[in-house]
């Protein structure tokens, strides 16, 4: 009764639609008791969630240095292979957002999966920088379908009243990936373990499968008229999403100096075991926030959490490019833990939030496209400016893109006033 009163203001202003959100929160809390979040398949895609980014920053990592090492490369085509790898997801991934709408997405993870772990055991035969491109276009490809449909079976298995902590602790697992992953591949690569490194790699990518199969995957969501969605070129982008996907690139296009450069920029400062631990104190501090970040954007809204992780992330990136020592990179680790590590979440809800049930596929498709994007953009940019530049630089412009992104954020909210990250057509 509460839902149907306020849906019928025939010009609601700022307090009716405030009212409109306090219902459906208030309604959100009352089935928030009756629906169970930790089930045996969020569990398990969760872990998939975990197993694919950790190879991801594994890779991500240990391959600047290896080229470097090895194949006797320089820093700019350490950005390339970045940007091949999710250049392939980039465009790949569109079409994935209809696949998974369309197509059984037990099958699209399982064969996904498959893919994923055959092109990670070929790295340990790539030996020139023109074969490594070639396995980096491929496994990005692979990256682009599992990402997408992982992604929309979470987001389906989570119950509507509870999306904003349901997304917040499954994206946990890509954070704690971010960090475990770039540990493991500045260690190993400390020790010169890099075949040891792909093989690793490789047999966690197998555990992803036997996860895959044991996951139960709800149906494909029809339109109300019980049709799948259709194919084609308009059903790949949602208008409604693509403010919060702009903000969410420029976040990850700053942090790309941090995933693609921090090995090199220890390497040059003489600071690899402060690296190590600037990533466990992101770490330490992500998983922290993450636990309650998710129940602040259901209760209160999104903006008490964005613009406090925006002004974190700023001031790591700064730190980190200023940085004179063990402690101030262990700081600026911190920060951006709270900052980038906390935020990213929640603008993944919002995108999801905003548009239909149906196209929760094509949502997570273009959040994932944005984070790509990003990487890729920023790491192939930010490879060529720290030839000319250095490193403290390329973090400074970092930090300039967060500002612009806050202010990107604050206009959109502005626009759409107070945003419920549950949509009423979802609490039945």
Known sequence: MILSNTSHFDAPDRCSVELSVACVRHLSGSLRMKEKLWTK???????????????????????????????????????????????????????????????????????????????????PVCHSIESLLFIRVLHGITFGVITTVKGTISARLIPASRRGEGISFFSLAMGLAMVVGPWIGL????????????????????????????????????????????????????????????????????????????ALYARELDLMAAASNFLLCYAILLMICRTFTGNICDKKGPKYVVYPCLLAFTIGLVALGYTNGSIMMIISGGLIGIGYGSVTP????????????????????????????????????????????????????????VVLAGALYAVQMKKRGVMPLVSTSELH
């Open 187 to 262: 260690n190993m690569a400390r020790w010169d373990a890099f075949t040891a490194a792909f093989w690793l790699c490789s047999a966690v990518a197998a555990l992803g499968i036997v996860l895959s199969l044991i996951v139960t995957v709800p149906p494909v969501i029809r339109h109300a008229d019980g049709s799948k969605p259709n194919l084609g070129f308009s059903a790949m982008f949602d208008r409604a999403a693509l403010p919060f996907a702009l903000v969410t690139f420029f976040m990850t296009f700053s942090y790309a100096g941090v995933s693609a450069f921090l």
């Open 346 to 401: 929640v603008f993944q809800t919002q995108i999801i939030s905003s548009v239909e049930p149906h196209k929760i596929g094509v949502a997570n498709s273009l959040f994932f496209n944005a984070m790509d994007a990003g990487m890729a953009i920023g790491a192939f940019i930010m490879g060529m400016m720290v030839e000319s530049v250095g490193y403290r630089m390329i973090y400074v412009a970092g930090a300039v893109l």
């Open 41 to 123: 398949d969020f569990w398990a895609i969760t872990i998939v969630s975990f197993i694919i980014f950790f190879v991801f920053y594994v890779l991500l990592t240990l391959l600047p240095i290896y080229i470097a090492d090895r194949l006797h490369a320089s820093a700019d085509k350490a950005g390339l292979l970045v940007t091949c790898f999710l250049a392939a997801a980039i465009v790949i991934r569109p079409f994935a957002g209809q696949w998974v709408g369309k197509y059984s997405n037990k099958k699209i993870l399982v064969l996904s999966s498959l893919a994923f772990l055959v092109i990670t055991a070929l790295y």
